[in-house]
């Protein structure tokens, strides 16, 4: 299986911040990576697929690239409701594989 | 738009079989793939499996054979059984919409509100 690891697992912000989340794949998955963003109760929600493609209807500040193996989301200027926890997902190969998660919190 | 809600036990007893099927509205069934992810309670996502229109399968293999899948297309519907279950199983099941199409590929659009399994005696 492909593992995927994201750092950090948590991190504080105040509204306006850009932050930045990692995820690196254990081994090459292309551009085949996708991000989620999950409220407390909530399902999860589909914001970037193929690296950097936003999904219809997510705002512009989210942002995604890749380095090798390494996945970047960025959230330039943190808004209330960006204030959750993130999921990269690999869609390279089953088993589709999911990070651990990253929780954004108001500082 | 799409809507997809889970229903199902909310409590099985372990060695059981656990089953929930999610119904489908607003859209066909057609052409997309359905797919399965819980997520134990504090914890991260796992996938579990999808099913395709046609019926064809993609399971986790850490699942085993415990899980199996159906689909109904015109009942807009689709089951998840996984048998022999655990208090490991305990989680909230979610099925979602697994997209076809080459660059949006085994990623998941539509998500259903998530339906809350416990195992336990």
């Known amino acids: 299986d492909i593992q995927m690891t994201q750092s950090p697992s948590s991190v504080s912000a105040s509204l306006g911040d850009r932050i930045t989340i990692s995820c690196r794949a254990s081994?090459?998955?292309?551009?085949?990576l996708a991000w989620y963003q999950q409220k407390p109760g909530k399902a999860p929600k589909l914001l970037i697929y193929k690296t950097s493609r936003l999904q219809s209807g997510v705002p512009s500040r989210f942002g995604g690239s890749r380095s090798g193996t390494d996945f970047t989301l960025t959230i330039t200027s943190l808004q209330p409701e960006d204030f959750a926890t993130y999921y990269c997902q690999q869609a390279n190969s089953f088993p589709l594989t999911f990070g651990g998660g990253t929780k954004v919190e108001i500082k | 738009q799409v809507q997809l809600r889970e229903s199902g036990p909310g409590l099985v007893t372990p060695s059981e079989t656990l089953s929930l099927t999610c119904t489908v509205s607003?859209?066909?069934?057609?052409?997309?793939?359905w797919s399965w992810v819980r997520q134990p309670a504090g914890k991260g996502l796992e996938w579990i499996g999808r099913i395709y229109s046609s019926g064809t399968t993609n399971n986790n293999p850490s699942l085993r054979s415990r899980v199996t899948m159906s689909i109904d297309t015109s009942k807009k519907e689709f089951s998840l059984r996984l048998s022999a279950v655990t208090a490991a199983d305990t989680a909230v099941y979610y099925c979602?919409?697994?997209?076809?199409?080459?660059?949006?590929?085994?990623?998941?659009?539509?998500w259903g509100q998530g339906a809350t399994v416990t195992v336990s005696s």
């Open positions: 607003g859209a066909s069934m057609n052409n997309y793939y």
């Open positions: 081994q090459d998955i292309d551009n085949w």
């Open positions: 979602a919409r697994d997209r076809v199409m080459v660059e949006e590929q085994f990623t998941m659009d539509v």
